[in-house]
T-cell receptor
Framework: GIQVEQSPPDLILQEGANSTLRCNFS?????LQWFHQNPWGQLINLFY???GTKQNGRLSATTVATERYSLLYISSSQTTDSGVYFC???????????FGGGTRVLVKP | KAGVTQTPRYLIKTRGQQVTLSCSPISGHRSVSWYQQTPGQGLQFLFEYFSETQRNKGNFPGRFSGRQFSNSRSEMNVSTLELGDSALYLCASRLLPSQGTQYFGPGTRLLVL
């Protein structure tokens, strides 16, 4: 099956810093989503981004489908950005998301 | 529009028992998927249902089963519980299979003693 690798596995930031999270995948996909998992376990949708670039406030994402990677940018980080960020991909007609291992982010005040 | 809801939110069972978890999708969504999250294995796909039919199934033993009702609500069942079934079970819905964003519910946290 498709492989999804996220890096780095852990990230410690000072409040106000910028950061980049990376997601590499091993095959063509027709769906790529970024999630933030809150402390209670819920997966919060950040982006649906199978290709191109999107921005939502301090967060933005870029997917280069031809090179099989996606980047999530966090700018001016806040303590509320702490948590685990997951990338998940789906192949055409795959009917399921395959998740990466996540990046655990800690933003210190 | 209300989000995906899951019941119960927390559950404690003992080995050998069985459990049924429920998921109500976002109104209008007809595709429902289930995922298991554990510290060791991460997030893994269990199965997807659409129009009351299982369309895809992950690599889990037959003790894990599910179904979908005509109103798109879904249930999953785990029989003969094992300690390793302790996990967060997440349900997701979307309009149609293989299309668009999947929206996740808050999850059911199952502890097997």
């Amino acid at each position: 099956g498709i492989q999804v690798e996220q890096s780095p596995p852990d990230l410690i930031l000072q409040e106000g810093a910028n950061s980049t999270l990376r997601c590499n995948f091993s095959d063509s996909v027709n769906n790529l989503q970024w999630f933030h998992q809150n402390p209670w376990g819920q997966l919060i949708n950040l982006f649906y981004i199978p290709s191109g670039t999107k921005q939502n406030g301090r967060l933005s994402a870029t997917t280069v489908a031809t090179e099989r990677y996606s980047l999530l940018y966090i700018s001016s980080s806040q303590t509320t950005d702490s948590g685990v960020y997951f990338c998940a991909v789906e192949r055409a007609a795959g009917n399921k998301l395959t998740f990466g291992g996540g990046t655990r982010v800690l933003v210190k005040p | 529009k209300a989000g995906v809801t899951q019941t119960p939110r927390y559950l404690i069972k003992t080995r050998g028992q069985q459990v049924t978890l429920s998921c109500s999708p976002i109104s209008g969504h007809r595709s429902v998927s289930w995922y298991q999250q554990t510290p060791g294995q991460g997030l893994q796909f269990l199965f997807e249902y659409f129009s009351e039919t299982q369309r895809n199934k992950g690599n889990f033993p037959g003790r894990f089963s599910g179904r979908q009702f005509s109103n798109s609500r879904s249930e999953m069942n785990v029989s003969t519980l094992e300690l390793g079934d302790s996990a967060l079970y997440l349900c997701a819905s979307r309009l149609l299979p293989s299309q668009g964003t999947q929206y996740f519910g808050p999850g059911t946290r199952l502890l097997v003693l």
